[in-house]
């Protein structure tokens, strides 16, 4: 009897997840209550267990997709049913004859970027893969290029693995095209299984991190494979200090116990983003302003008007399209704002692209938002959402993050209440929205509770004097404290 294998139900604060690792392969036997898959939220990873003894027979969601609650995932044969069909080591050659050995290289590079870095590999060696199927993840500074498969085939060879430096166009991997799952398990029979046919690449990944080889780790899964389980365990004897056969039980006091530590390399994106961060703060006179604005006359609106216009737009009304809102208004009348230094001049642009701080599991990036000030509301709430959509996926391309004058960020959505943001450069500077709060104020003689929010300008003192950013920021202030004023123009 087939059995679907699907996400657990997600908590209600979580809209969707990702597949983490795969414990399990097609073709693979597995007993009861044995941990299938691992599916990561924002917040926790759910295990998803066997519930019966069986066969994997299908994984239509590989490591790294984004899943749903309750969506299907694979699917195994349970009971007796659960036997593979036996491979004819006689017709591999015959299948073999057929089959065209396509590499698989590394995208062409931009411009501006000199290398990138194996990030993710989604398949191991002997792995069907389909056409246009996801093989690789290739890390820039700036963004995750896809490599996928060519044709319908068998992964042959893996040259490059996660974490390798590599060069624009280089051979990183090669492609059986025409070869099946079968027939290149048959034609390999007879060798030594490798490291690679022994554990996923996650798996391989933690070996690495733990300086240990296949050679080091016994596997406890079918066939040998190696669990996640089984490298802790192997790193923890290997880290173990030597005993000596006649030496006394080591005291109780020098147990450490579960007083672990990990080190792992920086991602490209995170190096990149500690180097811009550091020659902001070394290279530009920045300093920041501080002022709060009374959120309850947005909220109100919102309010009133979210379900019509959901209705109408088919979006959500949320806060960032006000703030976009705002800022362009307010980068217009302020024009050395939306300027940069370029040496020993000052470039004043004509447009207004904003920057958007996305958090996504790679780091912060900050995708730009184009020609705001041609947006409607609506327009504006589309584009930021799809741009977080592609951060979140690692979908971003060098197009959707090179320019930008003004950078938003918004810490409030993690519970921010007052933070400095660093520039952004080359632009002059960035505005940092908080948490909104409810807070006791004097508003004509009398205390009322109202949702405030602190607004922090972090700006280039060298391209713009106090005068300037504060009035910036006053101007924000007004705007979102009469939102009318956005719609009229005043």
Do not use: C
Not at 42 to 64: F, N, Y
Not at 160 to 188: F, P, R, W, Y
Request: glycine share 8%.
């Amino acid at each position: 009897m087939t059995t679907e294998i699907k996400v657990p139900v997600l908590p209600e604060s979580v809209a969707d997840a990702t597949v983490a690792t795969w414990h399990v392969q097609v073709g693979e036997k597995f007993t009861r209550d044995q941990v299938l898959v691992d599916i990561e939220t924002d917040k926790v990873v759910l295990e998803v267990p066997a519930t019966s003894d069986g066969v994997i027979t299908d994984i239509s969601q590989v490591e790294g997709a984004t899943v749903l609650g309750d969506q299907v995932i694979g699917t195994f044969v349970a009971g007796s049913e659960a036997a593979p069909a036996p491979v004819a080591a006689a017709s591999a050659p015959a299948a073999t004859t057929s089959t065209k050995v396509i590499d698989i290289v590394v995208p062409v590079l931009p411009e501006s970027v000199a290398d990138a870095t194996v990030a993710s590999w989604h398949v191991a060696e002997g792995d069907s893969v389909s056409v246009d199927q996801n093989l690789v993840d290739i890390e820039t500074d700036k963004v995750v290029l896809e490599v996928v498969a060519q044709d319908n085939g068998v992964i042959g060879k893996i040259i490059h693995v996660e974490g390798d430096t590599v060069l624009g166009a280089q051979k990183i991997g090669e492609l059986n095209a025409g070869a099946t799952a079968s027939t290149s398990a048959a034609a390999t029979s007879a060798e030594t299984v490798s490291s690679d046919e022994l554990a996923s690449p996650s798996v391989r990944r933690l070996m690495t991190e733990k300086g240990l080889s296949a050679s080091d780790v016994t596997g406890s899964g079918k066939g040998g494979r190696i669990s996640k389980e089984d490298v802790e365990a192997a790193a923890a004897a290997k880290n173990a200090p030597a005993v000596p056969a006649k030496a006394a039980p080591a005291p109780v006091a020098q147990d450490l116990g579960e007083r672990t530590q990990k080190r792992v390399p920086m991602t490209r994106l995170r190096k990149t983003i500690a180097t811009r961060l550091l020659e902001a703060k070394n290279s530009t006179a920045m300093l920041t302003t501080f002022n709060e604005v009374n959120m309850k006359p947005i909220m109100d609106l919102r309010k009133q008007y979210k379900d019509l216009f959901e209705k109408t737009h088919d979006t959500r009304l949320g806060f960032m399209s006000f703030y976009v809102k705002a800022v362009t208004e307010a980068l217009k009348r302020y024009p050395a704002v939306n300027a940069s230094i370029d040496g020993d001049d000052i470039v004043y642009h004509n447009f207004f692209d904003i920057s958007i701080a996305v958090s996504t599991p790679r780091g912060l990036v900050t995708p730009v938002l184009r020609d705001s000030d041609q947006l409607s509301m609506a327009g504006i709430e589309n584009g930021i959402r799809e741009l977080a959509i592609k951060g979140r996926d690692g979908k971003l391309a060098m197009a959707d993050m090179t320019g930008g004058n003004f950078t938003i960020t918004n810490g409030g959505v993690f519970g921010s209440l007052l933070s400095t943001p660093i520039l952004n450069l080359p632009q002059a500077a960035i505005l940092g929205m908080h948490k909104i709060q409810d807070r006791p104020m004097a508003v004509d003689g009398k205390v009322e509770i109202l949702p405030m929010m602190y607004l922090a300008l972090s700006y280039d003192h060298r391209l713009i004097d106090g005068k300037e950013s504060v009035g910036f920021l006053v101007t924000i202030k007004e705007l979102l404290e009469d939102p009318t004023r956005l719609l009229l123009d005043v």
